[in-house]
């Protein structure tokens, strides 16, 4: 099953170091039996580019409880097989157990540098925006306006040491 991760470039520059990704919490988001019944249209490809935005939303609340974050929404898409549904928290939830051998990562999607104004204040915001708050959501939106660049795995080095 493919699999999206929140993650932040600490986490990414940990993946490269370690050879493996530790999800916070196990937690992860994918195209779930739930997340297509919530939806009354839509093929594969867009549904689990609902999840990916999940986890792109969740990367938000990673970054704002990590010191000194660069501010770049960042997700780990990998393949695997151990999880375990949990629609009880959303529909696209789901929990992974352990770490994920850096072999299993498919992707890596991360924020340009030109989101990096508009992630910075979606952090700061992210808690207002999830009461309903209207102006914390349009600074939420104004992020997730910012597509996030798709990398191959082998790239990941590369592309943090040009960071």
Do not use: C, N
Not at 5 to 31: K, N, Q, S, Y
Not at 54 to 63: E, G, K, V, W
Not at 75 to 89: A, F, G, I, T, W
């Amino acid at each position: 099953m493919r699999v999206y991760l929140p993650a932040t470039v600490a986490m990414l520059r940990d993946l490269v170091e370690r050879g493996e990704f530790t999800p916070v919490g196990g937690t992860g988001f994918a195209l779930t039996p739930a997340l297509r019944e919530s939806y009354a249209s839509g093929d594969t490809e867009e549904l689990e580019y609902s999840a990916m935005l999940d986890a792109a939303r969740a990367s938000l609340r990673l970054l704002a409880a990590e010191d000194k974050a660069v501010p770049r929404r960042a997700v780990v898409s990998v393949d695997v097989e151990d999880v375990k549904l949990r629609p009880d928290l959303d529909f696209s939830v789901v929990k992974v157990a352990g770490a994920v051998p850096a072999k299993l990562v498919a992707a890596i999607h991360l924020d340009t540098s030109d989101a990096e104004d508009a992630v910075r204040e979606a952090v700061e915001v992210i808690d207002a925006a999830d009461l309903g708050d209207p102006d914390a959501e349009f600074a939420l939106g104004e992020a997730e306006d910012h597509e996030l660049a798709w990398y191959a795995p082998q790239e990941l080095r590369f592309l943090l040491d040009l960071m």
